[in-house]
């Protein structure tokens, strides 16, 4: 059941039995749009949406913008990413025919052919039409090792919060009387074939303050959920919760494990075993990320000392589940360590085999490792250089993989890979969305304010005039951890980039691009290089004559969207256009909205002296003033977003009105976070944002 974050006492918020909330200032006028889903917050959205749906939708490029964006989203010849599940490969799909999706199968052989046959196993449009609700895709969990059953996570409008319901693979149906769990936010994970472990609200007193379940319980088939019984327990005062996980081997292994998120970044890793749940000496802050014949594969993000061996932060390793399930002293195998320019994108098991993706310089690199008797050894793969290389899918039934391939330029393309046998070959490739012909690509470097250099990418016309004329938009993110690398934004490149214009993306530190150093290096107080990276970047944008601030626009989402509220308040000089995407941008209150308490590791807290001063000093809806030129800003949100929440982003619009800061809200009312129920809503947000930079950038 979706639960409000605040409940709205008189006018102003109250925190615990009755006593004012510190975080509330007396010239907050606009607490009252904090109300999630109130009468009175919703009459103001739609009023604000109606004046931005008028300017955008109204504009004449408005049309040609949705129709091409709509097109590439929809278009049947994308490249249907695979699952491997069962022998089979899955695939949940989305076009104009099945704008909520279907998931479908077919055989890895005609997988392989130009025009896979599919079984369609679940169509959620028909559902939701069935159930008069708005199902979206959240994925599924597959009991190991038969893969017969999967229990689906289906959000209803695109909130984090999720039903689980069992379904059977083979009958191509939901198993009648099977699990079917009612809505939360949870986590869960098959302990056996009758058996899950389950994190959610099992009622008062069992979700953290970000809004997170900690309390973990068993539950049988059959069972309702008061019959559940209690596997572990966290704290209330987690900044995130408690995750239960299976990791599984070729071999047969098999181990349950819980991850505490005591914050956002450090955990205590526990297993579950027959005499109860046993924490694990590995370091707070490392991951698992699988097991091959036996070997539990360990990723750090903070230097770890054991057994005498000292494994580097960013670095991924290997201990014998015996040895973690004895609890002898851990002697890890250290199996890939970073250069500082280096850093792990992702890791995958196969049967016998880890194929590890990595990021070098902010360009894609793939190698396999392989457990033996002298030791582990590893092989480089060789694919396309200047790219971003996921792993699309591994299973540890076999040594089958797909990896995914693309770059700016270039539109991904998909190869097979036997780990056994590491030579990947090219199975699918996704046909060019825009004309790249006069395009190319450049990395440069700026200097920011204490001398570090940050890379950055930028896209233009081979002869675009260096004079400082040319229309760009720039994209960063900046923090968790999490890196931006080059990408085939094929809706950018017809709407944007075929018109002559220039697309740039900022590796600015708070990301993840070279490794957790790169990310510490903005933590907390420390968060005022990542905007100073940022505009340096822009910077040297203008210095090289790449574009100028009139013809400059730049946007993010999420912390992304925290990001160019900074930037908006910091350097209104230097853009012309600025698009805050599903935001946090009130930086006093974030705690109390949403799952904000769960960022503490992240941005700190008003609880501590030091933090609230700086978050105080960079909060963008603290640090707009009256009487400065600002671009007019564009702001979209969600109202399902139950994970940021729209409140920040009404609120920031609100006091630029009150200010006569003229500025573009809008609100889609479904999407959640991501903002993509459906691949109409995604296109309409994709054009409203172009015609926002035309109009800016390009004039009217």
Known sequence: MKKRIFALVSAAL??????????????????????????????????????????????????????????????????????????????????????????????????????????????????????????????????????????????????????????????????????????????????????????????????????????????????PLSAAQEVYRGAASDQVGVYPSIVSDGAGNRAAILYRGVTFFTNETSLVTPQGVKKLPLPAKSNVQGMVDGQVLIQTSQEWTSGGVTVPSGALAAVPLKALQSGETLRPQILFAPTPRQSIDSVSATKDHVILAYNDNVRGRVMVLTPGTGGWTSKAVALPDNATIGIATATDKSDKAYLSVAGFLAPTTLWSLDAANPDPVQVKAMPARFDASGLVVEQHEATSTDGTKIPYFIVHARTMKKDGSTPTIMTAYGGFEVPMTPSYAAITGKLWLERGNSFVLANIRGGGEFGPAWHEAGLKTKRQIIYDDFAAVAKDIFARKLSSPAKFGIYGGSNGGLLMGVEFNQHPDLWNAVTIQVPLLDMIRYEQIAAGASWVDEYGSVSVPEEKAFLEKISPYANIRKGVNYPPPYIWTTTKDDRVGPQHARKFAARLKDYGIPYYFYEDTAGGHSGDADIAQGARLQAMQMVYFSQRLEGK
Do not use: C
């Not at 077919?106 to 025009?115: I, P, V």
């Not at 069935?130 to 229990?151: F, H």
């Open 14 to 223: 109250l925190t615990g039995a009755g006593a004012p909330d510190p975080t509330v200032s007396a010239d907050d006028p606009f607490v009252w749009l904090e109300d999630w889903t109130g009468p009175r917050a919703m009459q103001w959205v739609e009023a604000e949406n109606k004046a931005t749906l008028a300017a955008f939708e109204g504009d004449r490029r408005y049309a040609g913008y949705y129709k091409d964006a709509l097109a590439i989203a929809s278009a049947k010849d994308r490249i249907a990413m695979p699952m491997l599940i069962h022998g089979r490969v899955y695939n949940f799909w989305r076009d104009a025919d099945h704008p909520q999706g279907i998931w479908r199968w077919t055989t890895e052989a005609d997988y392989a052919t130009a025009a896979p046959r599919w079984t369609t196993v679940l169509d959620l449009d028909a559902l939701s039409k069935a159930e008069g609700k708005k199902w979206v895709w959240k994925g599924a969990s597959i009991l190991d090792p038969e893969e017969r059953l999967a229990l689906l996570n289906l959000s209803d409008g695109g909130e984090d919060a999720v039903t689980l319901r069992e379904f059977d693979l083979e009958a191509g149906q939901f198993v009648k009387g099977g699990f079917d769990v009612p809505t939360s936010k949870q986590n869960e994970a098959w302990l056996d074939g009758d058996t899950l472990l389950l994190a959610r609200d099992w009622g008062e007193g069992t979700m953290t303050k970000s809004g997170y379940p900690f309390v973990v319980k068993a539950l049988k088939r059959g069972q």
